[in-house]
């Protein structure tokens, strides 16, 4: 009997979603046959159409799905989410502490940008991601404020980059 496959849906090839949920289905031994999608809404929309049968998506694209019921929400990636405080995240359901369960925007600039200009940009991202009001309409759709410096964000960009790679080297992954 052959075993019934498990399909699930990201934005793209070899992203951070189709990583994740890649790195989270080995240690529980499971194969699952990925359906890319163009982008995140794409990818929920696929869940709730009945195409595939689970996806990793941003609590953004997925969250009015869940509160309108075409969705069930079945883990939060890393933290509670605003949006659904009851929900478990990954590590508490699975036990596997090493899941890395979120994505995150960056506002950026071209290469060159004076670094003045980088400074005022960044200094105006985090006075507005400190209002209350942005917060809470953020939080609403199920995202966070981080703010920080542009060093902060480019060492986590080489954190994730370095998780990432991991990630891909366990799993064998590629871009085709």
């Known amino acids: 009997m052959v075993p019934p496959k498990i399909t699930y849906s990201s934005a793209g090839v070899a992203g951070p979603q189709q990583l994740m949920i890649e790195h989270l289905a080995m240690p529980a031994g499971i194969k699952l046959f990925h359906v890319p999608f163009p982008g995140d809404s794409q990818a929920v929309a696929a869940v709730a159409n009945g195409e595939v ?10 969250l009015g799905l869940v509160k309108a019921s075409k969705l069930r929400a079945l883990a939060a990636g890393n933290g509670r989410l605003p949006g659904l405080p009851d929900l478990p995240t990954v590590a508490k359901q699975t036990g596997f502490a090493d899941f890395m369960g979120y994505t995150w925007n960056v506002l950026v600039a071209p290469k060159g940008t004076p670094t003045a200009a980088v ?3 960044n200094e105006a991202a985090n ?8 917060a809470k309409k953020l939080e609403a759709i199920g995202l966070r404020p ?7 964000i480019a060492d986590q960009v080489a954190r994730d980059t370095a998780r990432y790679r991991r990630i891909i080297e366990l799993t064998g992954l590629r871009r085709e």
């Open 53 to 62: 049968d689970i996806a990793l998506a941003g609590a953004a694209s997925a």
């Open 127 to 134: 006075d507005l991601g400190r209002k209350p009001e942005m």
């Open 146 to 152: 981080m703010p920080g410096s542009a060093h902060e």
């Open 119 to 121: 400074a005022r940009l």
